[in-house]
């Protein structure tokens, strides 16, 4: 009996990550692979910081889908995966297996300094190391605290300090509970240790500076969010049910592969990225036409405005530091879809190599969205309506205080909304839904904040932004591709514009890297058009395109000398455009913890390649400011 063959881009399987770490830890040494490289792996002071998928080149994936819907022998591709370890010493070691033939193929250890992701393993143990410290608990008592079981540690990223290369440090904003399950974050203590997970120390104890002679009275009263404790919830509404007695209209096939409507694509999910899209198509007439070979939200960065040290180094990079994988809810656990739903696992690891599954990760499901086009003729009454309905991928990640759940949405119509809802906000090219608790700090009684809002006596939440970037190659009616900036301007006055009403659409190609670094300009309708050169729509006689269309978002508000600015570069420009590189993969860079910058898209950009007629990638940032209202906590 034969196994079926999986798809290149099927996710790693529970086998395949187990078989992963056995070939690595019982590998022996080789020329490629010295004896004190492998050895140190072998050791049980490993830890497996992540293991996924090392998916196939853009090329490999082309060939492969081409012989598929041509119906010819499939080309190999080899099944990877890709392993980032981290040493009893720190070291950080990177490994490609092939998990078919359960042989290395590569093997190296980084430079040094250099710090993978938090993983969730990570963020227990440092609120492990941090309750257990002598230093610590005796904080904690000054502030009138002694039960270890109510201190609680939300471990934070520290951004870059010069003084702790080759550490592993991660900075802990300290919270205390009145019982099992209060809302911390209505009592925020005043001081922050640094926890090094390398030595698995508290290395320092930081005094914030609410923080004078003594410590600041911590607010006791509590504001809870849980439904056992609210006096009465709302009785005013009705049920509300959404039924499809035939089924959903979506099928699943070949694994990951969605056929909805008009469109088809695949998805897949790792631990850095969450959800990701691949091969996105639109079928006209029976061709199917391609829109996107890969898209992905590629990082995301949350700086606060808060000057004080160490509120500086508030700048959390959701993806690069922590992974929206490995933050994923089970939607066994709540999920805000209804209807006919479709449910998808998700396979990841801990610490030690050990895969487990995130049962109900990703969410499938069809909405009603309203009318999608209607007209009545006035003359004689007759109406014509279609109605709008939309596919939605999603999922939901908790980082640390903080839920976002993130959309992909496909329209009837042929849009793509890939969306981002944060709290009472919709960002619609992106839907992301973030909710959960505000990161909350001490302030006296007497005070009011400066950079913050009070929420409630003596609680303060910072102004503070979330900015987001998404990843888009391009692959309209084919893979070379070419991007324009559209803006709608008002004409001269003249001859041609006697009565002064006029105006025009100015466009203007990016023709390379360095000319990208855009900004959207709301007030004149700027949107940027992605097209292909080498095909025509019949009906405008101009080539065929997709319309990226953004919303009038902030760009990250930082200063250009600071370290967050240089940090996440990303952030301070709407729209970023690159050739196609299969080793450009991340906008802020491939290891952001504790990096001190200027890597991803400045280093990407600086050779200028030509963006006419090529392969391209679109890097879109969008994101909010938020100003907290008391009406935000808990």
Not at 187 to 199: N, Q, R, Y
Not at 371 to 387: D, F, L, P, S
Request: aromatic share 10%; charged share 25%; hydrophobic share 35%.
């Amino acid at each position: 009996m034969t196994v079926a063959k999986l798809h290149p881009l099927e996710p790693l399987t529970e086998n395949e990550i187990t078989r992963t770490v056995n070939v690595l830890k019982t590998s022996h040494s080789s020329a490629e692979h010295p004896k004190s490289l492998t050895t140190r792996i072998s050791q049980d002071t490993t830890i497996f910081n992540a293991i996924s998928l090392l998916e196939p080149t853009k090329k490999k994936l082309v060939e492969y889908e081409v012989a598929k819907l041509a119906g010819r022998e499939l080309p190999f591709v080899a099944r990877e995966a890709l392993v980032t370890l981290i040493l009893a010493d720190g070291c950080v070691v990177e490994a490609v297996v092939d998990v078919e033939t359960n042989k290395i193929s590569s093997l190296k250890e980084l430079e040094h300094g250099l710090q993978p992701p938090l993983t969730p393993d990570d963020c227990l143990q440092v609120e492990k190391i941090a309750i257990e410290d002598d230093g610590v608990l005796k904080e904690c008592a000054k502030c009138g605290f002694t039960n270890p079981s109510l201190i609680i540690c939300d471990p934070w990223s520290v951004g870059y300090i010069p003084e702790y290369e080759g550490y592993r440090i991660v900075q802990v904003f300290m919270y205390v509970k009145m019982h099992e399950d209060d809302n911390q974050y209505a009592h925020p203590l005043d001081f922050l240790p640094l926890v090094d997970l390398i030595s698995k120390k508290v290395v320092k104890i930081e005094y914030l500076p609410e923080r004078k002679l003594a410590p600041v009275k911590v607010p006791l009263k509590e504001h809870n969010y849980m439904e056992k404790f609210q006096p009465k919830l709302s009785t005013t509404l009705k049920p509300l049910d959404i039924i499809q007695p035939e089924g959903p209209s979506f099928k699943i096939v070949n694994g990951s592969e969605i056929s909805w409507h008009k469109f088809k694509l695949r998805f897949s999910f790792n631990h850095r990225e969450g959800l990701v899209l691949h091969n996105v198509r639109w079928v006209d007439e029976g061709v199917e036409r391609s829109i996107l070979h890969r898209a992905a939200l590629n990082e995301m960065v949350v700086p606060y405005g808060d000057p004080r040290a160490p509120y500086n180094r508030k700048t959390a990079f959701d993806i690069g530091d922590y992974g929206l994988g490995y933050m994923a809810n089970s939607l066994e656990l709540g999920c805000d879809c209804v209807g006919e739903i479709k449910y998808v696992d998700a396979v990841l690891s801990n610490n030690k190599g050990e895969p487990y599954v995130i049962k109900n990760a990703i969410c499938i499901h069809e909405e009603d969205t309203g009318i999608v086009w209607k007209h009545t003729e006035y003359r004689n009454g007759k109406a014509e309506v279609r109605r709008n309905r939309k596919l939605v991928l999603s999922f939901i990640a908790t980082v640390v205080n903080y839920e976002y759940a993130f959309y992909y949405s496909f329209f009837v119509d042929g849009t793509i909304s890939v969306t981002t809802k944060y709290r009472q906000f919709s960002l619609n090219i992106f839907d992301i839904k973030a909710t959960g608790e505000l990161s909350t700090n001490v302030i006296a009684d007497d005070e009011i904040p400066a950079y913050g809002v009070l929420v409630a006596d003596g609680v303060n939440a910072q102004y503070h932004q979330h900015m987001f970037n998404i990843r888009l190659d391009f692959a309209v009616d084919g893979h070379n591709n070419s991007i324009s900036e559209l803006t709608s301007l008002p004409m001269e006055d003249g001859p041609e514009n006697p009565y002064g009403n006029g105006f025009f659409v100015q466009e203007t190609p990016i023709t390379s890297e360095m000319m990208s670094g855009r900004m959207a300009d709301p007030a004149h309708a700027r949107i940027w058009k992605i097209y292909n050169p080498s095909k025509i729509n019949p009906v405008t006689r101009k080539p065929t395109a997709w319309k990226l269309m953004p919303m009038a978002t902030p760009v990250l508000l930082a200063k250009d000398n600071s370290s967050i600015a240089n940090r996440a570069v990303f952030a301070t420009k709407h729209l970023w455009v690159t050739k196609f590189n299969e080793d450009e993969k991340w906008a802020a860079g491939t290891y952001i913890n504790q990096n001190k910058g200027g890597e991803g898209l400045p280093k990407f950009i600086e050779s200028d390649e030509n963006l006419e007629n090529t392969e391209l990638t679109v890097w879109h940032t969008f994101g909010v400011t938020h100003i907290p209202r008391a009406e935000d906590f808990p």
